[in-house]
């Protein structure tokens, strides 16, 4: 096929000149001798438009074939010559004749020309291996689009060529995307005879333009077997980048790699089956036609084959599920485990199989639906159901995983609100606490459940309501008052969980400010202090200039409470980072100073401004361990986001 490539210019011209003679109803001419004379005219319109006119008459125009030629090596307009090389290529011009102006356009001083001209050379074929030197060094043209034209001649010309298969792959690393894609493109014409370029192509699946990496896999489906074991080699030695992109191949390749890897299921050699296994995965839906040798083996008794039949299953995807579920039915609950796990991996496709495994008399399967369909959200709310019922199963672990399912799925399971509010009192507490948590992520009605339960006579309920409510948030905040009543409780823990979980709620618990500071003032236990700063830092305002007071406050312990308080923000501290520095250059006391610079470096980025005086303070010998820790946690933290954001803003070429 012959491959035209037209500079914007050229084109541009040529659509015009069409249409300006479409307008007047003009037709090409069909007198080749006439076409022949106008090829002489003194208007390089008309000679263009001879040309163009035997160029659409194909082969009929042969006997314009020694014309052409003189045109093309002599004519003085620069769209002639073009319009000249293109028509010898399309009259099928004899080698006799177009072959040595063809190889001497090749030296065009016009970039079309030779662009043309190594185009009209490809047609040609072996009966052009004469220009083969012209063209090997043309792939170091400065245009592209005549590197691109000359890779595809090359190809059609020299297909044997060992020395041209070295260009070729060395220009795998030109510098515009265009001309890689056509260069692996006419590597790909060659078939298995490309085998040798093969390290280099495959380097090219790291390329950043998609077009030249979908070049690539198209290539490797051309270059047949070897292309295929190239790209199995990687699936198992290379790194995760890598094998993504070979898989991604493997994908575009389909079933003539996935047949070759179909004999090798069942290898006497376990590493030659695992690594078929994993292959095959790899090539995801198209790798259909695997799944029911795949679950076979997800009973074979080495674990390893399990475990890759279990995830290439799951990476075959949807296609996968009927087969899965017809094994479900397996008197082996091995198998049944396998399948159970290969259903979680494809995920919302399977969530009707995986409310099936729910029932299964295996607790390990029953837990592993559960946690699978909680990894499907708010899509799994037609489980919600069988996942209520199974909160009352027996082994505490499945009742664990379907009371967090319940909440993964949000909203929608609503109506399982009085037995995860029944679940609180669960003699396990992984139970209890999945419990509380998820009654907080189904919204509103979970929210009162958990405010009731801060009224439970039970201490441990008291404390694992009041944490989820924290963990929800500001969303949260109709909680406040009740969140503050208990900043009494007979309880330190539910103390110090519903001081947290007011922070948590932020600005919306200003109302609790006088409490909150009453705590900080008068509690005896230093974490409740500290837990109490940590949230009138985080109500802001009122509470937010208190705490900053105590850093100057003449107890030391209300310092080292406000400090401590400080550092539990993070990098949202940033605020603080001024009054941090004046403390760490004025206070009296060493310990206060240092438990400064700690929350300075607990702070992070943020905290840059203060680096003078922390490398001030290494002067000072009872400082310096402090100040030191202080300075390296900053400097990392500013050196990770600055990688972050040098990747994130990384361009890609497509």
């Known amino acids: 096929m012959r491959m035209r490539v037209y500079s914007k210019t050229v084109a541009v011209v040529f659509i015009v000149l069409a249409c300006y003679g479409l307008a007047l109803g003009q037709e090409p001419s069909s007198d080749v001798p006439q076409l022949i004379r106008e090829l002489q005219a003194a208007d390089w319109s008309v000679r263009k438009s001879a040309a163009e006119s035997l160029s659409a008459l194909g082969p009929a125009a042969l006997d314009a074939a020694r014309q052409l030629a003189d045109t093309l090596a002599n004519d003085p307009d620069p769209l002639v010559r073009t319009a000249a090389a293109i028509a010898l290529g399309d009259i099928a011009a004899p080698p006799d004749i177009a072959l040595e102006p063809l190889r001497n356009g090749l030296y065009d001083d016009t970039p079309e020309v030779r662009t043309e ?22 792939m170091e043209d400065p245009i592209p689009d005549v590197r691109i034209a000359t890779a595809y001649a090359i190809t ?101 790699a996935v047949n070759l890897l179909l004999a090798r299921l069942h290898s006497d050699d376990e590493s030659v089956k695992e690594n078929a296994i994993y292959a095959v995965g790899w090539a995801g839906p198209s790798a259909g036609e695997a799944v029911p040798q795949l679950i076979e083996l997800l009973s074979d008794p080495n674990i390893e084959i399990n475990n890759a039949a279990t995830i290439s299953l799951g990476r075959i995807g949807a296609a996968a599920v009927p087969e899965l579920m017809q094994a479900l039915k397996s008197n082996s609950s091995i198998t049944r485990l396998y399948a159970t796990y290969a259903l979680g991996r494809i995920g919302i496709p399977a969530i009707p199989a995986l409310t099936k495994a729910l029932q299964d008399i295996n607790p390990d399967i029953r837990q592993k639906a559960a946690q699978a369909l909680g990894s499907c959200g708010a899509a799994a709310a037609p489980a919600v159901n069988a996942l209520i019922e199974l909160m009352s199963d027996q082994d505490p672990a499945v009742r664990s995983e379907a009371a967090d399912a319940l909440g993964e799925i949000g909203v929608a399971a609503r109506d399982a609100v009085p037995e995860l509010k029944k679940a609180l009192s669960d003699q396990d507490q992984t139970v209890r606490t999945m419990a509380a948590y998820s009654l907080g992520k189904i919204g509103e009605r979970g929210i009162q459940s958990l405010r009731d339960s801060l009224n439970s006579p039970e201490a441990q309920i008291r404390a694992i309501a009041a944490t989820a409510l924290g963990m929800i948030g500001p969303d949260a905040g109709d909680a406040v008052a009740d969140l503050e009543k208990v900043l009494v409780d007979t309880d330190p823990q539910v103390r110090k969980n519903a001081l947290l979980a007011l922070g948590y709620i932020g600005p919306k618990a200003a109302p609790a400010f006088t409490s909150l500071r009453e705590t900080f003032i008068r509690a005896h236990d230093m974490d409740e202090r500290v837990n109490a700063g940590y949230a009138l830092a985080e109500i802001g305002g009122q509470g937010w200039e208190f705490i900053i007071s105590q850093l100057q406050h003449q107890e030391k312990s209300n310092k080292l409470a406000a400090i401590h308080a400080l550092a539990m923000l993070d990098e949202d501290g940033d605020k603080a980072v001024g009054a941090l520095q004046d403390v760490l250059k004025n206070d009296t006391s060493v310990e206060v100073r240092n438990e400064a610079a700690a929350a300075l470096g607990k702070i992070g980025r943020a905290a840059e401004p203060a680096l003078p005086d922390l490398k001030k303070a290494l002067s000072n010998e009872k400082q310096r361990r402090a100040a030191k820790q202080a300075i390296d946690a900053i400097t990392m933290d500013i050196q990770r986001t600055k990688q972050e954001e040098q990747t994130s803003d990384k361009p890609s070429e497509e």
């Open 156 to 256: 059609a010309i020299g297909p044997k060529d060992k020395h041209s298969l070295q260009i070729l792959s060395q220009s795998l690393k030109d510098s515009s995307p265009s001309v890689r894609q056509a260069v692996v493109l006419a590597l790909g014409d060659l078939g298995a005879d490309a085998e040798p370029a093969l390290p280099a192509l495959l380097h090219l699946l790291q390329d950043q333009n998609s077009f030249v990496r979908l070049a690539v896999a198209q290539t490797l489906k051309k270059i047949g077997p070897a292309g295929f074991e190239a790209l199995f080699h990687i699936l198992k030695t290379g790194s995760e980048s890598d094998q993504e992109n070979a898989a991604y191949a493997l994908r575009i390749i389909g079933p003539e």
């Open 117 to 138: 001209s190594a185009a009209s050379l490809q047609l040609l074929g072996p009966a052009a291996a004469s220009a083969l030197p012209q063209l090997r060094s043309l």
